[in-house]
Nanobody, 124 residues
Framework: VQLQASGGGLVQAGGSLRLSCAASGHTFRGYSVGWFRQRPGKEREFVAAIATQNMHTYYDDSVKGRFTVSRDNAKNTVNLQMDSLKPEDTAVYYC??????????????????WGQGTQVTVSS
């Protein structure tokens, strides 16, 4: 599965961006898709995911209520709608696909396929 993340850019605090993760060579069927980010000087961290087992969505507390992850099967994409952006959301955002069990959906080590990352910069 090849993944391509897109949609990053520069936005002012309070603004919105919509990231998209497109799959080629395979559909997302059977895969959970997670969004992770790496902020400057920090380790990559979990942001949000949509689980293939139940189609439930999961969020880190830092983005809950502001970010929404969704899946578009017709377009074979998983999107991350980011609203009310804050400067601390500035990071490179990656999408990953894998088959973690629900209790491990936040564990990036269980995602075997990754996109190249897209930069999100939020100015204050």
């Amino acid at each position: 599965v090849q993944l391509q993340a897109s949609g990053g850019g520069l936005v002012q605090a309070g603004g919105s961006l919509r990231l998209s993760c497109a799959a080629s060579g395979h559909t997302f069927r059977g895969y959970s898709v997670g969004w992770f980010r790496q902020r400057p000087g920090k380790e990559r961290e979990f942001v949000a995911a949509i689980a293939t087992q139940n189609m439930h969505t999961y969020y880190d507390d830092s983005v809950k209520g502001r970010f929404t992850v969704s899946r578009d099967n017709a377009k074979n994409t998983v999107n991350l709608q980011m609203d009310s952006l804050k400067p601390e959301d500035t990071a490179v955002y990656y999408c990953g696909a894998g088959r973690p069990i629900i209790s491990e959906i936040r564990n990036q080590l269980l995602y075997g396929y990754w996109g190249q990352g897209t930069q999100v910069t939020v100015s204050s």
